[in-house]
């Protein structure tokens, strides 16, 4: 999957000229605070009080400044090193200033680990907590295993959220635990188009002819047929014309009062593992020069 | 779409122009000279006017602009019908037409310099938008029956009614469904595996004859088997 959208992204990069050509080639250090959530934590407080004036909160874009996490759109500057080095010499020809002698090397680095966190899924920027205990909540208090499957376990029903920190900002996942009308949000930056609207199978109560009940997810429905994943985790492929009736139910399975059911720590713990069920980003990638290679500009 | 139509209007012979048109009416006018005869409401909801002139004309209701909140309105931008063909069967002097059900939220961007520049799919009721094949009594403007096409939520195929009885209505998501013009009981239908928008058509080679529709990149063409139907 990673090999796969890394090849798409250069072939993106392939059709457009200049600054986007960087990216391709770059072999720049990592941010030494990937990942850690204090950190990027310290790099909020910090654009807070250095960027949002341009480029607005979450990086949603300001007055100034274009906005830095817009979910569709492709940006020049998506590695680390791209991101730390428009921060430290800014950007020649445009207003954007250069922040090295206001900002220590490492305020500059939690800053870009901030940036590419709001621009990436919930894997980019994990939340902090006890991930051991929220496994156990997950399979335990939660019941989140009765619908939900990981790397092979659980059911079934729901969707398998083995890579959810992937697919997922983790604001995302947060409200998918806490409110019944949730948004999903967009992608951002450097994974432009990649996350999919999230699906929503409404709940329906089946009586067939012969007077059983089948209650499940309605994958699929069209003038003559449905197509029930049910609770018993079956597939029920169903001819409508030979049913007694189909209810469908106002409120889908999945319960939206983890905030209430589980306490703060056991929330925080939960989400700690959530956030980290996925494929971690890569590690540095050592600097290689090639003699004839592309040459850095 | 305006459909040609040539009867009797109170007892006196009329060139008419039949329409249900995109804002919730079913109109009927002289085509010689544009004259109103009637208007009927043919979905649930219609609130964008206060009444109508004297000379058909809808007045419409200022409540109902495009704000920079969002306002509901019914039926909604896309319509109470759209594109989709409409077809008149002559024996029975019945009108069929898809009608979308629904209202919609206009919205007054300020950021540019004209209004109503955004709309959304109101959610009012779960299911925002719901498509119907609908019959009407062509020159009452009532509605005779009613076909949900299921799962099918946006403008949707055109329809092709037949000297047979047969009224031919595709569905969004690939169902060729063939339904009976005077009941709307469904007779036949199948599942052509992708998307319709398009409306079927009928033509005879030889003396057969054919019913055909688009579906994606394919076109499927049904006949009846040779020497007639067993």
């Known amino acids: 999957m990673r090999v796969a959208l890394a090849i798409a992204a250069l072939l993106l990069m392939a059709g457009t000229a200049g600054a986007q050509r960087r990216a391709a080639v770059d072999n720049g250090p990592r941010n030494p605070f990937a990942t850690n959530q204090a950190a990027i934590e310290e790099g909020r407080s910090l654009y807070n009080s250095t960027c949002t004036g341009c480029h607005g909160a979450n990086g949603a874009a300001g007055e100034f400044g274009p906005g830095l996490a817009i979910p569709g759109r492709s940006y020049a500057r998506t590695t680390d090193s791209q991101i730390f080095d428009a921060i430290q010499h800014g950007i020649p020809g445009t207003p954007m200033p250069a922040q090295q002698g206001k900002l220590t090397d490492d305020q500059i680095w939690k800053i870009a680990a901030y940036v590419k966190g709001l621009r990436g899924t919930a894997i980019d920027a994990p939340s902090p907590g006890n991930v051991a205990n929220g496994e156990a909540i997950f399979w335990g208090k939660g019941q989140c295993g009765t619908c939900h499957m990981v790397g092979g376990r659980g059911s079934i029903i729901g969707p398998d959220l083995s890579q959810i920190a992937s697919l997922r900002k983790t604001n995302s996942i947060i409200d998918a635990l806490t409110k019944e009308q949730h948004r999903v949000y967009g992608p951002g930056g450097a994974q432009p188009h990649l996350l999919t609207p999230l699906p929503v199978w409404p709940v329906v109560r089946i009586t067939t002819a012969d007077g059983k009940v089948i209650r499940g997810l309605l994958r699929n429905e069209d003038s003559f047929s449905l197509q029930v994943m049910g609770l018993d985790q079956q597939l029920h492929l169903l001819d409508r014309s030979k049913l007694k009736s189909v209810v469908y139910e106002p409120k889908g399975l999945m319960p939206t009062d983890y905030d209430k059911r589980l306490s703060k720590t056991e929330f925080d713990d939960l989400l700690a593992y959530l956030t980290r069920l996925g494929t971690p980003p890569e590690p540095a990638s050592p600097v290689v020069k090639m003699p004839g290679g592309p040459e850095k500009d | ?230």
């Open chain 2, 1 to 230: 779409m305006p459909v040609l139509v040539d009867g009797m209007w109170k007892g006196k012979p009329r060139k008419m122009v039949l329409q249900a048109n995109r804002n919730g009416f079913y109109y009927i006018l002289d085509r010689t000279n544009g004259e109103f005869l009637q208007a009927t409401q043919f979905v649930k909801k219609v609130d964008w006017l206060k009444g109508w002139d004297d000379k058909g004309h809808p007045i419409p209701d200022p409540a109902h602009d495009p704000s920079v909140k969002g306002t509901t309105t019914c039926p909604s931008t896309a319509g109470a019908t759209n594109w989709p063909s409409p077809t008149y069967d002559p024996q029975l002097k019945m009108f069929y037409f898809v009608a979308q059900e629904g209202c919609g939220i206009n919205v007054r961007d300020t950021a540019r310099n004209y209004a109503g520049t955004g709309y959304l799919e109101s959610p009012e009721e779960g299911k925002s938008w719901q498509l119907f094949t609908r019959a009407l009594d062509a020159f009452t403007g009532k509605k005779v029956w009613d076909y949900e096409q299921v799962t099918s939520h946006h403008y949707g195929p055109g329809l092709m009614s037949s000297a047979g009885g047969v009224l031919f209505s595709p569905e969004e998501f690939g169902q060729f469904t063939a339904l009976d013009a005077k009941t709307g009981k469904v007779l036949w239908h199948f599942n052509t595996g992708d998307v319709i928008t398009a409306s079927p058509i009928s033509y005879a080679v030889n003396g057969r004859q054919y019913v055909a529709v688009v579906s994606s990149s394919n076109v499927f063409s049904f006949g009846l088997p040779e020497g007639g139907a067993k």
